[in-house]
């Protein structure tokens, strides 16, 4: 019996559909899901989700949000998801150095210490979505 898989995001399903595997970005790094996992319910952080219906291989840029696993249904719920086909190469690249860039000029200003947070999860949302690009 396949997973019950649902992406929720505050614009509304992203997928919704069945699904041999799924693996997601959990905040202590990737993990897999198949039927009849254990319950639980984990944050997720910025990254790739891959999603292996049998039929195919979906890969998507997940921003933070939340994975709830019930044994044969899973429920992502993030601010933002995008698939491969859907992400912009040149915009997501050009956001990645903007993004650096920034990094990079805050680490001496000893006022920027509350924007490096903001800038970092830009970045990581930013090569998040370059890498399931390249999946396409």
Request: aromatic fraction near 6%; glycine fraction near 8%.
């Given at each position: 019996?396949?997973?019950?898989?649902?992406?929720?995001?505050?614009?509304?399903?992203?997928f919704?559909?069945?699904?041999e595997?799924?693996?997601?970005p959990?905040?202590?790094g990737?993990?897999?899901?198949?039927?009849?996992?254990?319950?639980?319910?984990?944050?997720?952080?910025?990254?790739?989700?891959?999603?292996?219906?049998?039929?195919?291989?979906?890969?998507?840029a997940?921003?933070?949000?939340?994975?709830?696993?019930?044994?044969?249904?899973?429920?992502?719920?993030?601010?933002?998801?995008?698939?491969?086909?859907?992400?912009?190469q040149?915009?997501?690249?050009?956001?990645?150095?903007?993004?650096r860039?920034?990094?990079e000029?805050?680490?001496?200003?000893?006022?920027g210490?509350?924007?490096?947070?903001?800038y970092?999860?830009?970045?990581?949302?930013?090569?998040a979505?370059?890498?399931?690009?390249?999946?396409?």
């Amino acid at each position: 019996m396949p997973l019950a898989l649902t992406v929720v995001t505050p614009e509304g399903q992203a997928f919704d559909g069945a699904a041999e595997s799924v693996v997601l970005p959990g905040a202590e790094g990737d993990f897999g899901v198949l039927p009849g996992h254990e319950v639980f319910l984990t944050a997720l952080q910025n990254g790739a989700m891959t999603i292996d219906t049998g039929s195919e291989r979906l890969f998507a840029a997940l921003s933070r949000g939340f994975a709830e696993v019930h044994e044969d249904a899973v429920t992502v719920m993030v601010g933002n998801c995008e698939f491969a086909h859907e992400i912009d190469q040149d915009r997501a690249r050009l956001a990645a150095e903007r993004a650096r860039a920034q990094l990079e000029s805050l680490r001496d200003s000893p006022e920027g210490e509350a924007m490096i947070e903001e800038y970092q999860d830009q970045y990581t949302r930013a090569v998040a979505r370059l890498t399931v690009s390249e999946k396409r």
